[in-house]
């Protein structure tokens, strides 16, 4: 059975996908790559790829979806199947570039905490009975992470390259998810990959945002068994 790699969001660990290594890891090896010891991601592709396996199926989440067009870039002989969760393959707007720097700055200051809470997490969930338990969890992962994680993320999403080329030439079985309520890779971006890839598949969750791993997880579970199975 083909091993699954699963790639983090941003300042996100394994436990993103404590539901999905729950249901689907009993008869399957599944590998949680970390993508923070890299500051661009073509380092960070390479770096999965040296630790992988010859051959195996390939999910990330946001930073993680981008990390993985990466490595369909570098080496996509290697990926037998791929599902790309709450992402963008477009290289960042200047607007959104030009905002890195000081976040940057603040948790280089000791600041990590604050810019989570006021910059990034307001913008990833849905407004739901779990939301409160799943922006803790967001802040555990992201300050057991740290401010040196946060920095070299930071520059590789800043000077990424657009992977939009890449996705054309694609010809894997291929899962879009998305929550319906994302705004920060929208449903609209991944009808533009649904564009791009041939033959993929697009899921959108209801009642989640940017985190649909834990904020619907049978849901999210369910599509990616569908996935692995095709």
Same mark, same amino acid.
């Given at each position: ?17 404590? =539901? ?7 008869? #399957?090896?599944?590998?949680?790559? =970390? ?8 380092? !960070?592709? $390479? ?45 960042? !707007? ?7 720097? =000081? ?32 922006? %803790? ?18 520059? @590789?999403? $800043?000077?990424?390259?657009? #992977?939009?080329?890449?996705?054309? &030439? ?19 971006? &991944?009808?533009?990959?649904? %564009? !791009? ?10 009642? @989640? ?9 049978? @849901? ?7 996935? !692995?199975?095709?």
């Amino acid at each position: 059975m083909t091993p699954l790699v699963l790639l983090p969001g941003m300042m996100c660990d394994g436990r993103l996908f404590g =539901p999905q290594i729950a249901a689907l890891g009993l008869n #399957r090896a599944m590998h949680l790559a =970390p993508i923070g010891g890299h500051a661009t991601t073509a380092e !960070l592709a $390479r770096d999965v790829l040296a630790h992988a396996p010859p051959r195996f199926a390939l999910a990330g989440l946001s930073m993680g979806g981008i990390v993985a067009m990466e490595i369909i870039h570098q080496a996509p002989e290697r990926v037998e199947r791929l599902a790309l969760l709450d992402t963008n393959p477009r290289a960042e !707007l200047p607007e959104v570039q030009a905002r890195r720097a =000081p976040q940057i700055e603040k948790a280089e200051n000791g600041r990590l905490r604050e810019v989570m809470r006021d910059e990034m997490k307001p913008n990833y969930l849905f407004e739901g009975p779990e939301k409160q338990r799943i922006l %803790d969890l967001c802040m555990d992962m992201a300050m057991d992470l740290g401010p040196k994680v946060f920095m070299r993320q930071s520059l @590789a999403l $800043r000077d990424r390259p657009d #992977r939009q080329e890449t996705l054309r &030439h694609l010809r894997v079985p291929t899962l879009l998810l998305c929550g319906a309520e994302d705004r920060l890779c929208p449903v609209e971006r &991944h009808h533009l990959l649904h %564009d !791009l890839i041939p033959g993929s598949r697009l899921e959108v969750v209801p009642n @989640a945002a940017h985190l649909p791993t834990l904020e619907q997880p049978d @849901a999210t579970n369910a599509a990616l068994a569908r996935w !692995l199975e095709e």
